[in-house]
């Protein structure tokens, strides 16, 4: 008799999740039918609208939605969840420490490579999709064309400034909007099918085997359109840890995919009626006296799909930022319920201009197409490459079984890549810039602070040293506790001795500190604080934080006293160590790479900042070191 309350409850919580995921999760895959079928049959890669290739291409576009979504992302992507959360940085975690040495910096460096190309789809995916739904405007007249590109440039504007403000305050409306959007464009296409109800047989998955037996080499090259139809795949993998797994696949199977299908069997139906709307099928289903409405409408889907990828932006650069991938950041919280609404500034700005640049230069969403689907195919491969590592190593899967399915998404993407392939001089070239100049900047990043802590640890005193240093000499000691933060684990904060070695005293209470980023998402408050006593006041205490998590060192030292750290809060100093970087011959990395180190250093949000220390407790002792 108990199963009917809990079994309404569950419903009661999955309805409201399960409409966030349509509002965040579906934006991008959801607005593709305002260019996939276009590009499909125009461009320089375009197929003649017949009756075998719409009936070929529809077949094609429905089996990328079954195959690369529904069963390559909701069925087995979405089960590789790190502690709930997912994404390729996610991933990346979740590879093993076992793995072998030879093996293991080749995946870590896909997944970043893959973490790069997601910035470039930041990018691109708002440029093309307010630029698809403002063309509208020209089906209605063509007065409007001179406009496109500046209403479009001024929405994007409107978009990256509202950042700021918190999508929370605005995010109610979002799955409302996209249920609205998507029986919009059901609708339209039903009343389309009734017209040429023969469409449906593209169900067949012969048409799509037909139409490569007639075009051969050649008609791959279409694939390139098609898989527009699938480039909001990582979005559901990577916003996961949001919705939860539940509310996105009961989302997908209830009304998203339902209604990605009967668009695009209308706007086929539409195309076999009448041939000579290839220019903008989509907008040519709505009626006359619909077609400004549809436009708003596709405006709005326009910016809640970008609003997705920029939101997606900012959290991949806090998990670069916590894993060591990127320079410390602002990153301000949105929002006061929701941990994963945060909004970093630097990177805002970057995709406002990027993403302005991009529209103003390729001017139209046809041209800006050959642009969009390189970056999501390498994404797309270079998941399938983690996950099988990750489920051989970590899940023990049987290694046929993985091989196997590895196998046939690979042959499917490596397909879909072949086919953006031949569009790099069209504009694919911009996402693989994009992303070399990233993933050189992530990895500099990376290297140049293991070289800067090598160079540290050579220098630094070890702790037990320094405390029989401090047995030795028993220098005076003042009131008050000083906290001295430090990277290195093992050894002493170079603050600390310079302290000691100039000032000749220490405080009656000295804490050690160390921050340290774990490969989990979360780390629970009750294993976040380690402390350990060294006897004469001193305290080494270490803090560990997720990847997901933003460190609060007064916060973690409230815990500390929780757990038996005598310190008085109400007086306690930090230091922290300044490095001056120098760039020298010593071997570690290219003079330009080690040049590019300093400026990223220079430039990265203070300490004091990022640790949410209060600043007038702080005193820095600078430190010169070469690299």
């Not at 998203?256 to 289903?285: C, D, H, K, R, S």
Request: one cysteine or more; hydrophobic letters at 50%; charged letters at 15%.
């Amino acid at each position: 008799m108990s199963a009917g309350p809990d079994k309404s409850r569950s419903i009661s919580s999955l309805l409201p999740l399960t409409l966030g995921a349509v509002g965040v999760v579906y934006g991008d895959i959801g607005t593709s039918p305002l260019y996939t079928i276009r590009e499909c049959f125009t461009g320089s890669h375009a197929v003649a609208p017949t009756h075998e290739n719409v009936l070929g291409v529809l077949s094609m576009i429905i089996y990328a939605l079954i195959v690369v979504i529904s069963v390559k992302y909701i069925a087995v992507v979405m089960r590789a969840d790190n502690h709930g959360e997912g994404g390729i940085l996610a991933l990346t975690a979740l590879i093993p420490a076992g793995v072998a040495k030879s093996t293991k910096p080749v995946l870590i460096g896909l997944g970043i490579f893959g973490a790069a190309l997601l910035y470039g789809d930041g990018m691109i995916t708002p440029a093309i999709t307010v630029l698809g739904a403002i063309e509208g405007l020209n089906v209605v007249t063509p007065l409007f064309q001179p406009y496109v590109v500046p209403l479009t440039v001024v929405i994007l504007v409107g978009v990256f400034f509202i950042q700021q403000f918190g999508t929370h305050r605005v995010g109610t409306l979002f799955g409302p909007i996209m249920v609205v959007w998507f029986l919009v464009i059901a609708a339209l296409g039903i009343s389309w099918i009734v017209r040429y109800p023969s469409v449906l047989l593209a169900v067949d998955p012969r048409h799509a085997v037909h139409y490569f037996r007639e075009h051969g080499l050649r008609g791959i090259t279409v694939l390139g359109a098609v898989f527009l139809a699938v480039t909001g795949g990582e979005a559901l993998y990577a916003d996961m840890g949001h919705f939860g797994k539940r509310p996105i696949r009961f989302a997908w199977f209830s009304l998203v995919l339902p209604a990605l299908v009967l668009n695009y069997f209308g706007q086929g139906a539409l195309l076999l009626i009448n041939a000579e709307a290839t220019e903008q099928p989509f907008f040519l289903m709505a009626p006359s006296w619909a077609l400004l409405p549809m436009v708003v409408l596709a405006t709005f889907a326009a910016i809640i799909a970008s609003q997705a990828l920029i939101s997606g932006a900012f959290s991949l650069t806090r998990q670069a930022i916590q894993l060591g991938y990127a320079p410390r950041l602002d990153i301000a919280h949105t929002s006061s319920d929701e941990i994963g609404q945060v909004y970093v500034p630097q990177v805002n700005w970057a995709l406002m201009v990027a993403t302005i640049l991009i529209v103003l230069g390729f001017k139209t969403s046809s041209s800006l197409a050959a642009a969009y689907g390189i970056a999501v195919t390498m994404t797309m491969i270079i998941t399938v490459l983690l996950l099988a590592k990750v489920a051989i190593e970590r899940w023990h899967w049987p290694f046929w079984v993985v091989a196997s399915g590895a196998t046939v998404f690979l042959v499917i993407d490596g397909l879909f890549f072949g086919a953006n392939l031949v569009k790099v001089a069209q504009g694919g070239w911009l996402p693989i810039l994009i992303g070399i100049v990233l993933f050189t900047v992530m990895t500099t990043w990376k290297t140049g602070r293991r070289i800067l802590f090598e160079r540290l640890t050579e220098r630094s005193v070890p702790l037990d040293r320094f405390m029989n240093i401090v047995a030795e000499q028993r220098p005076a000691r003042v009131p008050g506790t000083s906290v001295f933060m430090t990277a290195q684990a093992q050894g002493t904060p170079p603050a600390l001795v310079h302290n000691l070695r100039h000032n000749k005293v220490l405080h009656n209470k000295v804490v050690v500190l160390t921050v340290l980023t774990t490969q989990v998402p979360h780390v629970p408050a009750n294993e976040q604080v380690e402390i350990r006593d060294l006897g004469a006041g001193v305290s080494n205490v270490l803090v560990r934080y997720g990847f997901m998590q933003n460190p609060d060192v007064p916060e973690a030292l409230r815990l500390a006293q929780t757990l038996g750290l005598q310190i008085d809060e109400e007086d306690i100093t930090f230091f922290l160590g300044r490095e001056t970087i120098l760039v020298s011959d010593r071997p570690g990395m290219a003079k330009w790479r080690e040049s590019l180190f300093v400026l990223m250093s220079k430039n990265a949000v203070r300490a004091t900042a990022f640790f949410r220390l209060p600043p007038d407790r702080v005193v820095e002792l600078g430190v010169q070191v070469e690299i």
